[in-house]
């Protein structure tokens, strides 16, 4: 069983700062690539940055130069720092990973529940 654990969400001004969290725990052999995904209502799920195990970064163009993903492989956790937020940043966002739990079985796609961050006056 593998869980993921999100939290560092919350209410924000536009111009302020978050940084979420997202803790993967349970039966883990491998944590791959771990993501940041974002959906606001009425829209679909996209992804905001991604991180590979060994440190390889993208992120979407709409938050290029403002967030930074990053990852402690030691405690299985993903970060992603959020700066200068936008209203149009506010949406739930999830984690997303891709991990190995025995070595000899594929790597499975596990999502956290989800942490709203809201970005208003």
């Known amino acids: 069983q593998v869980q993921l654990v999100e939290s560092g969400g919350g209410l924000v001004q536009p111009g302020g700062s978050l940084r979420l969290s997202c803790a993967a725990s349970g039966s883990i052999f491998r944590v791959n690539a771990m993501a940041w995904y974002r959906q606001a209502p009425g829209k679909q799920r996209e992804l905001v940055a991604a991180i590979t195990s060994g440190a390889s970064t993208n992120y979407a163009d709409s938050v290029k130069g403002r967030f930074t993903i990053s990852r402690d492989n030691a405690k299985n956790t993903v970060y992603l720092q959020m700066n200068s937020l936008k209203p149009e940043d506010t949406a739930v966002y999830y984690c997303?990973?891709?991990?190995?739990?025995?070595?000899?079985?594929?790597?499975?796609?596990?999502w956290g529940q989800g942490t709203q961050v809201t970005v208003q006056v």
């Open positions: 997303n990973a891709d991990i190995t739990t025995r070595p000899s079985l594929r790597p499975y796609d596990y």
